[in-house]
């Protein structure tokens, strides 16, 4: 770079998503509602709860992105949040050192944060599972960070291969985390509507004793139909 950056660059004045809005996505599968955006939408697959008991979140992207081995911008976040913000936290996939601790994570949930996601490491997995938020990362590692900066809060992001917009919809559970961009809403919950009656005919259908017979496939909405069945 030819001039340093600055420490912390902070975004405001995003759109978030209305209560009523977001409510309609509680209890959403996350693999329903890639099937309503065209099988797509899912994190990087190796992006998983530290605590499956804790894995079940939806809220509003607050987007930040750290430098490698740097956590100027998780704590820029944190200092942002307001309470059911998901924290998007991108490093690039860094995998030297932890970006959040258990500290850190108590510190969200006493803020009344969602959940915090990134496709960077996080450490301290017993203080993590114990301060009871939901947390998503690429794995554990003990090594720490620094906080030097540079970082960026509040602009896009790319988080596990996926484009993340400040305010977009976070919907996470046991199987990953997806990412509903907030423009899309309405068009994914219309769609969601008929994946959800086509899977409850596909689950009653194997109840009925279905199998895999001709007839080929068809595509419903991003999901993809064989005889009836949902795959």
């Known amino acids: 770079m030819i001039e340093n950056p600055p420490i912390l660059t902070i975004h405001r004045g995003w759109r978030r998503p209305g209560a009523s809005l977001l409510q309609r996505f509680h209890g959403v599968q996350t693999s329903h509602l890639c099937d309503a955006m065209q099988g797509r939408g899912a994190l ?24 490698p081995a740097d956590i100027a911008a998780m704590f820029g ?66 090594n720490s960070p620094a906080l030097n900066g540079p970082g960026v809060v509040g602009a896009p992001v790319v988080v596990g291969g996926v484009q993340v917009r400040p305010g977009d919809i976070i919907v996470g559970d046991a199987d990953g985390v997806v990412v509903v961009p ?27 004793g279905a199998v895999m017979t001709e007839g080929g496939q068809r595509v419903v909405d991003g999901a993809t139909i064989i005889e009836g069945v949902s795959l």
């Open 182 to 208: 907030l423009d899309h809403a309405e068009t994914v919950l219309e769609r969601l509507g008929r994946v959800r009656a086509a899977e409850l005919r596909a689950e009653q259908a194997v109840r009925d």
């Open 77 to 142: 976040a944190l200092a942002e949040a307001q309470a059911g913000d998901v924290i998007m936290l991108g490093c690039d996939g860094f995998t030297g050192t932890a970006v959040i601790g258990d500290l850190a994570a108590g510190m969200m949930r006493n803020k009344g944060v969602a959940a915090f996601v990134t496709d960077g490491l996080a450490r301290d997995r017993a203080g993590i599972i114990a301060a009871g938020m939901p947390l998503f990362s690429m794995g554990i590692h003990p």
């Open 44 to 67: 990087d697959w190796r992006i998983k709860p530290v605590d499956p008991e804790h894995a079940t979140f939806v809220g509003p992207a607050l987007t930040a992105f750290a430098y």
